[in-house]
């Protein structure tokens, strides 16, 4: 499976959750993703840097991994190094080493035990002392878009706060319906197979459209650090240019005690017309084959709307600071509004509604500005916004990204209520043929590379034999490969009728027979197993926080058949689309633990105080046609 060169987030959830896509994360990703970064983000279309910053970071942990055979034998240590790096590549993008970490902990990592937040934040914390010394925004700061707002926010703020936040959230639903749209409409014509002449396109389209405003003609860092900064006696930017009260000339004062001249007016109409070309571009630019993050520009977005709506709060108050609303807050001569805080609060709002991060959201903004007294409407913004973009659709740009390219990938999000059992969704089934399984000390060469020839199973069970069905272990099919083509090469005597066992002691075989193949080193004694009457909302529990590939089923020792990750994502789609009824929790063992009265009204009898159905109920009649249908399958 090729990876994606744009979107990284979704491949890096599906590696963090067990799957691996070969070639994503070594050494020739990394080299073309480290210079081709500088071209794309130096290009001036609307992407950002943090994507591609994070792939790097997990391209490294994942090349370092490999010198320490406890990471590289271990594909659960590695999936930890992974997360550790994703923390430290946000820490690097943004100069946010705690909102590095827990944009891992929310967003990216699969499985979070204790002391890999620890080791995360230590990765982060290198990255950040590293950046710092480099110094490479050169203002001697951490942090990309420092800000000092010289007045507090005040409570009637937050209505407009919230309607940020509700915008942001509308964005971020059509962000990902439209951009998924145009991803899937180029992934199913002709369109697609040109991604070069696309990404020529697109990038011409820009440049043309983009030159005429001066807002869209900067880089788009630079565009956010304005539209955040406050105005001051020092700032000449055309967002600044109010008239003084006092003498009527253009000057540049400090507070909000001052009309808005015709070049601020004119600065919105600019800002209007950069946020229709951004909110267009973004769409179609966010999935070329260029590497790209969607930080950042979806940040310009809301710090544009943000903006523009801060300097009609602010005239507003200015014109009719005798309002029930102002009164108390913008008296005359008094600093009230400041434009730059709803540019910030817009900018979490829009990132918030496109990805529907929360926690890690609100820190990464604060320690990207150093904001630390507005905490409170980022968190109000951010909520609005998740909260608008969950009415339309839960999923967020990533999640979104990863269903239209079909990873196998179990969203930990959502809730599995329905009614089903393993046994409904493992296979074969009935009109499948038998469960492909080995035996552990009858098969030859032959049959087994017959085996391997004929199937394309990732692993087979490992049974005692073809009439006992006992489960021994379970063998994967790039471990019996790897390790017939050694035994081969290394040792003499290995022919097609040789015996294969995985068993400790080699049986007892005639004099003249060829040298046995010996497999039990490959074989895995303890694969994770469930009983057929396992509810399946405890089966995709368990894949989702064990990030399992696949599972055993069994009935009494006997394997039954298994049920992979893929299986189990078919088995949500069967459900979304017969809308099965939901149920709650104490469904599943109604059928074990029947009502302590009989249909008849009558109490069923006990046995040491343990409560039986009766043979007439239904509990029973359910019960003798499972176990039918359990003695055709353990034929398999």
Same mark, same amino acid.
């Given at each position: 499976m090729p990876p994606h060169p744009s979107v990284f987030s979704d491949q890096i959830k599906t590696i963090l959750s067990g799957f691996i896509i070969r070639g994503y994360l070594g050494k020739w990703t990394l080299m073309i993703k480290t210079i081709t970064l500088v071209l794309a983000v130096a290009s001036?279309?609307? /992407? =950002? &840097?943090? =994507? !591609? /910053?994070?792939?790097?970071?997990c391209c490294c942990g994942n090349i370092f991994s490999y010198l320490f055979p406890k990471y590289s034998k271990n594909e659960a240590k590695k999936r930890e190094v992974l997360s550790a790096a994703s923390a430290a590549g946000v820490s690097v993008a943004f100069g946010a080493p705690i909102g590095g970490v827990l944009f891992s902990l929310e967003e990216v990592s699969y499985y979070f035990p204790l002391k890999t937040l620890w080791r995360s934040f230590f990765a982060a914390l290198v990255a950040a002392f590293v950046l710092r010394s480099i110094n490479p925004f050169g203002n001697s700061r951490l942090v990309l878009f420092y800000v000092e707002y010289h007045t507090p926010w005040y409570l009637f703020e937050l209505f407009p706060f919230i309607l940020l936040g509700v915008f942001g959230g509308l964005w971020g639903a059509f962000f990902i319906r439209a951009n998924i749209a145009w991803c899937r409409r180029r992934k199913s014509t002709r369109f697609g197979k040109y991604p070069v002449l696309e990404v020529i396109t697109v990038a011409a389209i820009t440049a043309i459209v983009a030159f005429p405003n001066p807002y869209t003609r900067q880089n788009t860092s630079e565009l956010i650090k304005e539209l955040f900064t406050d105005c001051g006696p020092l700032e000449s930017s055309q967002l600044c240019q109010y008239r003084s009260q006092m003498n009527g000339s253009q000057a540049y004062p400090q507070g909000s005690d001052a009309a808005a001249t !015709? =070049?601020?007016? #004119? $600065?919105?109409?600019?800002l209007s017309l950069a946020l229709i070309f951004k909110i267009i571009m973004t769409i179609f630019?966010?999935? /070329? &084959?260029? !590497?790209? @993050?969607?930080?950042? !520009?979806?940040? $310009?977005?809301?710090?544009?709307? @943000?903006r523009i709506v801060g300097i009609a709060v602010e005239q507003l108050a200015y014109y009719h600071h005798d309002w029930f609303l102002f009164r108390e807050w913008c008296e005359v001569g008094a600093d009230c509004i400041t434009p730059g805080l709803y540019a910030m609060v817009g900018a979490a709002a829009c990132l918030g509604?496109?990805?529907?991060?929360?926690v890690s959201l609100v820190v990464i903004v604060f320690e /990207?500005? @150093? @904001?630390?007294e507005y905490i409170v409407p980022l968190m109000a913004a951010v909520m609005t916004s998740k909260w608008v973009g969950d009415a339309f659709g839960r999923e967020g740009i990533y999640e979104a990204h990863i269903r239209l390219n079909g990873y196998p990938f179990l969203d930990a999000k959502e809730e599995f209520t329905h009614t089903t059992l393993a046994r409904e969704v493992m296979r074969p089934r009935r009109s499948d043929s038998p469960l492909a399984v080995l035996t552990q000390d009858d098969m030859t060469l032959a049959e087994l590379q017959a085996i391997i020839s004929e199937t394309s199973y990732n692993g087979f069970p490992v049974i005692v034999s073809k009439e006992s069905q006992r489960l021994v272990g379970? $063998?994967?099919?790039?471990?019996i490969t790897i390790a017939i083509e050694n035994a081969r090469r290394k040792q003499e005597g290995i022919?097609?009728? #040789?015996?294969?066992?995985?068993t400790q002691h080699a049986p007892t075989l005639p004099a003249d027979s060829p040298r046995p193949l010996k497999l039990r080193s490959i074989l895995d004694m303890s694969p994770f197993t469930v009983t057929d009457h396992t509810p399946m909302e405890i089966v995709v529990d368990i894949f989702r926080k064990l990030g399992l590939r696949q599972c055993l089923v069994t009935h009494n020792g006997i394997v039954l058949g298994i049920i992979t990750k893929k299986n189990i994502l078919e088995h949500l789609e069967e459900l979304k689309q017969h809308v099965e009824p939901l149920a709650p929790p104490w469904y599943y063992y109604k059928k074990r633990y029947p009502p302590s009265y009989g249909p008849d009204g009558k109490p069923r009898p006990r046995v040491h105080n343990v409560q039986l159905a009766s043979s007439s109920s239904r509990y029973e009649e359910d019960e003798s046609e499972e176990e039918v249908r359990l003695l055709d399958n353990s034929s398999l």
């Open positions: 001036g279309l609307s /992407l =950002g &840097k943090e =994507g !591609p /910053l994070v792939h790097v970071a !015709p =070049g601020v007016y #004119s $600065a919105m109409w600019q630019t966010f999935g /070329l &084959k260029v !590497p790209s @993050g969607l930080f950042i !520009p979806s940040m $310009a977005i809301g710090a544009i709307a @943000g509604g496109v990805t529907r991060m929360t /990207l500005t @150093g @904001g630390l379970f $063998a994967l099919r790039r471990d022919m097609l009728n #040789s015996r294969v066992y995985f």
